[in-house]
């Protein structure tokens, strides 16, 4: 079974620049999650999707993130006009269903951004 | 986001020894709890569950849970080098599938 991929896996950017990471979940996996991981630290979600409804995006900086899930399967990130604080690694991470809370969440390998 | 909490920041123990992580929520309302493990440069991968009180145990690791106090903690013995990676702890509510992590502990077992 294919785990979830991202791409790229590396990016680097000056201040200002935009950027978007795309996600591909395991198949079948209906809710999709992004989380930001800064160095040394545990992941903080972001925003996740239930198919292609957002059901939280509160965690996300609206200014300048974005995120959608079109047709329920892929997802891309889309950071614009990115800050020297958007360093991180970004985890995009899938599941089977929503609610419960005894789903187990699958990683991908994560894009790792780097703002100069 | 719930505020999960892990100690200690960093733990070195030497191989064959004993490795003992803690980790509390402070949101009430929080009833499941994962332990992932993620190693340098790597997503992060689950390790192990717990959702009722009392302890499991898994080849070398055991995990405890109090519900009460909402402190879980995960216990790795005879450890060995290819432990050595950050251990996160993660909560949830029943009735959502979203995980919120801790910062996690930082675990280097020297040979």
């Known amino acids: 079974e294919a785990g979830v991929t991202q791409s790229p896996r590396y990016a680097v950017l000056q201040e200002g620049q935009a950027v978007s990471f795309w996600c591909d979940p395991i198949s079948g996996h209906d809710t999709l999650y992004w989380y930001q991981q800064p160095r040394d630290q545990g992941p903080q979600l972001l925003v996740y999707f239930r198919d292609e409804a957002v059901i939280d995006n509160s965690q996300l900086p609206s200014d300048r993130f974005s995120a959608v899930r079109p047709k329920g399967t892929n997802s891309t990130l889309k950071i614009q006009s990115a800050k020297q604080g958007d360093t991180a690694t970004y985890l995009c991470a899938s599941s089977l269903g929503l609610g419960g809370g005894t789903g187990q969440l699958y990683f991908g390998e994560g894009s790792k951004l780097t703002v100069l | ?111």
């Open chain 2, 1 to 111: 986001q719930q505020k999960v909490q892990q100690s200690p920041e960093s733990l070195i123990v030497p191989e064959g020894g004993m490795a003992s992580l803690n980790c509390t929520s402070s949101d009430r309302n929080v009833d499941y709890f994962w332990w992932y493990r993620q190693h340098s440069g790597k997503s992060p991968k689950m390790l192990m569950s717990i959702f009722s009180n009392g302890e499991k145990e898994e080849g070398r690791f055991t995990v405890h849970l109090n519900k009460a106090s909402l402190h879980t903690s995960l216990h790795i013995r005879d450890s060995q080098p290819s432990d050595s990676a950050l251990y996160l702890c993660a909560a949830a509510k029943s009735n959502y599938n979203v995980l919120y992590f801790g910062s996690g502990t930082k675990l280097t077992v020297e040979p």
